[in-house]
């Protein structure tokens, strides 16, 4: 089975702009949460989706919005971009139905490095 | 508000020897405790989780785990570290489900292996 995908891996994009970064689950789960990275720091949750609802919210700026689609991919988007930033944003699939308690644990894809500049 | 602490941001050990990594967490209630270990450039995969029942938990690549309540610790541990151990790891806490699968994270140990 394929774990959680991402995409692109890598991306430069400039003060300003905006940029769009895509996620899929593990077939089967329908719980997608993302997390920013920061070099040096541990993750810092964003958002977390379920069946297309968003069920939370970090501590994040409007600047940064996400959806999730019927075949539970999901979209996080980041709009005028700073350079702060910069960070690897990583995707999170969980079964999210709440039960068994294995269904709350998160499987993380390999993230996309993003670099403003 | 939950947090995590991780008191130890590098930890260097030889081949074989035995590791422990600190993990403290602030939550009101039990949470679900979670560690994770990261390559460079790569994502987080998970190692261990504990949930509820039995406080010491086994996980993957033969690391071990025990939750300590009194002492709000989860500590891990491996009786004898292989080189390809070295990387990253994080401590996770998570709330019990109320809607949102939420983890907070602790800013990692980085472990160098020393041959």
């Known amino acids: 089975d394929a774990g959680v995908t991402q995409s692109p891996t890598h991306l430069i994009k400039t003060r300003g702009q905006h940029v769009t970064l895509r996620c899929s689950p593990i077939?089967?789960?329908?719980?997608v949460s993302w997390y920013q990275q920061v070099l040096g720091q541990g993750p810092q949750f964003i958002f977390q989706?379920?069946?297309?609802?968003?069920?939370g919210r970090g501590n994040f700026p409007d600047r940064f919005s996400a959806r999730q689609f019927p075949n539970y991919s999901s979209e996080l988007n980041v709009n005028a971009l700073l350079l702060g930033d910069s960070a690897l944003y990583l995707c999170?699939?969980?079964?999210?139905?709440?039960?068994?308690?294995?269904?709350?644990?998160?499987?993380f894809g390999p993230g996309t490095r993003l670099t403003v500049t | 508000a939950q947090s995590v602490t991780q008191p130890d941001i590098h930890i260097t050990v030889s081949e074989g020897a035995s590791l422990e990594l600190r993990c403290n967490y602030s939550?009101?209630?039990?949470?679900?405790l979670f560690w994770y270990v990261q390559s460079p450039g790569q994502g987080l995969q998970l190692l261990l989780k504990?949930?509820?029942?039995?406080?010491l938990v086994q996980g993957i690549k033969g690391f071990e785990a025990e939750f300590k309540r009194s002492q709000s610790s989860f500590n891990l541990r491996k009786p004898s570290v292989h080189w390809s151990d070295a990387a990253e790891y994080f401590c996770?806490?998570?709330?019990?489900?109320?809607?949102?699968?939420?983890?907070?994270f602790g800013t990692g140990t980085r472990l160098k292996v020393l041959a």
């Open positions: 996770a806490v998570g709330a019990p489900p109320s809607g949102t699968y939420k983890y907070i």
């Open positions: 504990y949930f509820s029942g039995d406080t």
């Open positions: 989706y379920y069946e297309k609802e968003e069920r």
């Open positions: 999170a699939s969980s079964a999210g139905t709440g039960a068994p308690l294995s269904s709350y644990e998160q499987y």
């Open positions: 077939s089967g789960h329908k719980s």
């Open positions: 939550y009101g209630a039990t949470p679900y």
